[in-house]
Structure formats: structure tokens, C-alpha cells
């Protein structure tokens, strides 16, 4: 499928850092990030030059991208800072870090990785289901390593705790061009409705009984 034209954007990546992974996860990150930067888009990313997060840099600066990287002081030893990103963010703590990630990035796209990377995936999740963002959220995921996760979510819609549209508000896919296909349909998407209107809690969430 073709991609969607498109301004544009700033993409927030989520992956691991953990450099104990399978090495194609590595090679995954690598194609997103180089991907990213030949359809002209920016990366926003964790701030750390090694496993994932390195390559996934490394390879946007390397096919003519811009990088941000935004990483706790904590773990500036701990992760090795990315010191050759065209922009590295150095925040208090984690929380700000996810925050100023949030600030700088039009679309977030989370590949494979571990609780932190869980957690940055769920926190947009649930912000864009409460329309607290308009930005689409994609998961890349070739390996079925969030199959669990969407079995669990299922789950929950079907015992009544989560709504089917909040399930759905993640868009899930497999090859990396398909994944910035789906962020870039996302941004055309997202455009289209805010110029339409501005972004509301979905009627569902208003009634009394949940």
C-alpha cells in the first residue's frame, strides 16, 4: 500500500534498550529509523546510543534525518547518551522525559521492547482514547512479541472493562512500511478531523453508567 502524502512529521519511537534482545530486533530499529528519515520525517527518541534505540538513531542521522533524543539524567551512564543527535534532551526523571517526548512528536510508533517501552505505549494509548491527543498510535510488531497484550485487551473488552473503540484507537502491523504507512494515514487522518473540528471526549465516555 501506498503511503499517504503528508506534511512532514515528528515521530516518537519506543524500543528497547536492552542489549541482551535477538540482534533483528536491532536491525528492526535500524529499518525504522531509516525508513522515517527517507520520507522526510523527524525522529524523537529515548536518548540512548545503544541496542535499539542506538541503531534506530544512528540509522535516521545516516540516511539525512533529524534526531532528538531525550533521555533522564539517571541514565545517561546507564543507557550512554546519544551525544551525536542533532538535539539531546537531558531530563529530571522519567516522568519529564515521557512528557517532553510527548511535547516534541506529532505521531508515536512502539516496536518491540520491555516495561518501559510497555508503559510509554500504554500511557498514549489511554491518552488517546480519553482524546487527550490526536496523534496516531502505531505498534510495529513482526514477531507477535504484544500478542499477549492484545489477547489481554480482548479479554477485558469482552469482560466489559474497555471499550471496543479504545481498543481499536492502536493500530497494529508487521513490516516497517507498513507501519509509516499507517503513521502517515494517521497524520492525514488526524489533520483532516481537527480541521473539522476540534478534538472531544467521544460521546460514550459522557454517559452516567460507564
Known amino acids: 500500500m501506498s503511503p499517504v502524502p503528508n506534511p512532514v512529521a515528528a515521530v516518537c519511537v519506543y524500543c528497547a534498550s536492552s542489549e541482551r534482545i535477538d540482534p533483528a530486533y536491532v536491525d528492526l530499529a535500524a529499518r525504522v529509523g531509516g525508513e522515517l528519515a527517507r520520507r522526510g520525517h523527524r525522529l524523537v527518541s529515548g ?5 535499539c534505540m542506538g541503531a534506530l538513531a544512528r540509522a535516521a542521522r545516516a540516511a539525512g534525518g533529524h534526531t532528538v533524543g531525550v533521555i533522564p539524567r539517571a ?12 538535539e539531546l534532551v537531558v531530563t529530571a526523571d522519567m516522568r519529564e522525559r515521557k ?38 498510535v ?24 474497555v471499550r471496543p473503540a479504545a ?16 503513521l502517515e494515514r494517521g497524520l492525514a487522518d488526524t489533520a483532516a478531523r481537527l480541521a473539522a473540528a476540534p478534538p472531544a471526549l467521544p460521546e460514550e465516555y459522557l454517559e452516567a453508567e460507564p
Open 138 to 161: 502505531v505498534v510495529l510488531d513482526p514477531d507477535g512479541i504484544y500478542r499477549p497484550l492484545r489477547e489481554l485487551v480482548d479479554h477485558l473488552v469482552s469482560g466489559g472493562f
Open 99 to 136: 512528557a517532553e517526548m510527548d511535547r516534541r512528536s506529532d505521531a508515536v510508533l512502539a516496536l518491540p521492547g520491555g516495561l518501559g517501552t510497555l508503559e510509554e505505549l500504554l500511557e498514549m494509548w489511554v491518552a488517546r482514547t480519553l482524546a487527550m491527543h490526536a496523534k496516531p
Open 75 to 86: 541514565l545517561v551512564e546507564l543507557e550512554v547518551a546519544d551525544h551525536d543527535a542533532d
Open 47 to 51: 536518548g540512548g546510543s545503544v541496542s
Open 167 to 182: 481498543r481499536d484507537a492502536v493500530v497494529w502491523t508487521g513490516t516497517v512500511p507498513h507501519a509509516v504507512d499507517a
